[in-house]
């Protein structure tokens, strides 16, 4: 079984739609999350780190579910900026430990 | 967040050679990886550059294809030997350390094809 696994898409939403992203992780060890934004021929770019109680940054909100061991993204007014591909990414135990990485998911929002 | 630079950002190679794709920090890091990220899908880590000592492959890494450097706590180096068309792939340093908060980030890549 994956390290991180994550619903691939691809997702194609109007402008302003409400598009969310899951990812399961099969490590009950694993401590950190985050989610990464990739563009196309781009390197991965942090997005957001995801909190136990969850949280939110402008009209990105994340959430970590610990006891189902998956986490979720939710894009709220979806911009045609906002196309790309998410990878959600673990880390086990130590806080300078490498990362996991899902495959990611591709979306795609149209005007 | 630190500054991280990777040369060559692309290139094209014949089959059989060797590149050495270089990465260096503007700051001390503590961690440094390198991750390949082959067409569609997504970062499989390589190693992690450990300073003055040999590098901690992953499976189905070995040391002969990729040599890794790190001499010092700002630059590390990976090359990727006797080049075939299946190591065609984007190649990411990603750095990570108490000064940018334990956060992994990563220089721009360095894509390579092999024909």
């Known amino acids: 079984r994956k390290e991180v696994e994550q619903d691939p898409g691809p997702f194609n939403v109007p402008e302003g739609a409400t598009v969310a992203f899951n990812c399961t992780y099969s490590?009950?060890?694993?401590?950190?999350f985050f989610w990464y934004r990739q563009d196309c021929r781009k390197e991965p770019k942090l997005l957001m780190s995801?909190?136990?109680s969850g949280n939110e940054d402008g009209r990105f909100t994340a959430q970590l579910n610990r006891a189902s061991q998956y986490i979720s993204l939710l894009i709220r007014d979806s911009k045609l900026s906002d196309s790309a591909t998410y990878l959600c990414?673990?880390?086990?135990?130590?806080?300078?430990?490498?990362?996991?990485f899902g495959r990611g998911t591709q979306l795609t929002v149209w005007p | 967040s630190a500054v991280i630079s990777q040369k060559p950002s692309r290139d094209i190679c014949q089959r059989g050679t060797s590149l050495t794709i270089q990465c260096q920090v503007d700051s001390q890091v503590t961690m440094m990886f390198w991750y390949r990220q082959q067409p569609g899908q997504s970062l499989t880590l390589i190693a992690t550059?450990?300073?003055?000592?040999?590098?901690?492959?992953e499976s189905g890494f070995v040391i002969d294809k990729f040599p890794i450097s790190r001499p010092n706590l700002t630059f590390s180096t990976l090359t990727v030997s006797n080049m075939s068309p299946e190591d065609s792939s984007i190649y990411l340093c990603?750095?990570?350390?108490?000064?940018?908060?334990?956060?992994?980030?990563f220089g721009e890549g360095s894509w390579l094809t092999v024909v």
């Open positions: 990603s750095v990570s350390g108490e000064s940018n908060g334990n956060t992994i980030y």
């Open positions: 990414a673990v880390r086990r135990g130590s806080t300078l430990g490498r990362l996991y």
């Open positions: 995801v909190y136990s």
């Open positions: 490590n009950s060890a694993s401590q950190s």
């Open positions: 550059a450990n300073q003055g000592s040999e590098a901690t492959y």
